[in-house]
Structure formats: C-alpha cells, structure tokens
Nanobody, 126 residues
Framework: QVQLVESGGGLVQAGGSLRLSCAAS????????MAWFRQAPGKEREFVAS????????FYADSVKGRFTISRDNAKNTVYLRMNSLKPEDTAVYYC???????????????????WGQGTKVTVSS
C-alpha cells in the first residue's frame, strides 16, 4: 500500500506561483510513475502532468505546458508540482497519484493509477 498526502495548496492571485508537494509513505516511490490531476468545481477530473519513475521523462497537459513543472525526489519519497503564471482557470483540487511503472517510459492512462491522495485545493483569484 502507498499513502499519498498532498500539501501546498492555497489562495494566490493570477500570475502568481505555488509549489505543491506529495509525500508518500508505506512503500518507496522509486518504481512508480507519478502524476498530478485536478478537478475543478462541476467538472471532470483531468490530467495535469506525469513523471517517470526515474524523473527523466515528463508529460504535460497542453493547458499547463510551459507554466507547470513536475519533479520528484525519490530519496525523500516526494513529488512536486511547481505552478507558475497561474490563471483563474487553474482553480481546482489537485491530486497526486501513483502507478506502478518501471522500465521504458510511456505516460500511464488514468485507470492505471492505483493510489491517490486526498487532494489539496488551489484557488487563483483574478
């Protein structure tokens, strides 16, 4: 079992920045692909970014490409999402997720993510 706990959400003005963290316990993350998803009020959950088990490969949704950066520190069992140039449409609850995936990289589909955190809320004011 993997337990994931997100932190770092909050209220920020448009154009500002936040860094989300996702701390894992119960098992090392070094053999898991990790991702961030988000769900805005009244909308479906959507993919934001993913990162390979080694951290060497990343994949982003078009809506955040160039503004968000996903990274990981396997020694700390933690994944991060740096969010710059935030927009009101980035307002959502952000979730981290883990998918067992080692070896060659390809972004896992959402249904392969076995473990999910409880989410951290990000509100971007205009």
């Amino acid at each position: 079992q993997v337990q994931l706990v997100e932190s770092g959400g909050g209220l920020v003005q448009a154009g500002g920045s936040l860094r989300l963290s996702c701390a894992a316990s119960g098992r090392t993350l070094s053999t898991y692909a990790m991702a961030w998803f988000r769900q805005a009020p009244g909308k479906e959950r959507e993919f934001v970014a993913s990162i390979s088990w080694s951290g060497g490969s990343t994949f982003y949704a078009d809506s955040v490409k160039g503004r968000f950066t996903i990274s990981r520190d396997n020694a700390k069992n933690t994944v991060y999402l740096r969010m710059n140039s935030l927009k009101p449409e980035d307002t959502a609850v952000y979730y981290c997720a883990a998918a067992p995936r080692s070896g060659s990289w390809s972004p896992p589909p959402e249904n392969e993510y076995d473990y999910w955190g409880q989410g951290t809320k990000v509100t971007v004011s205009s």
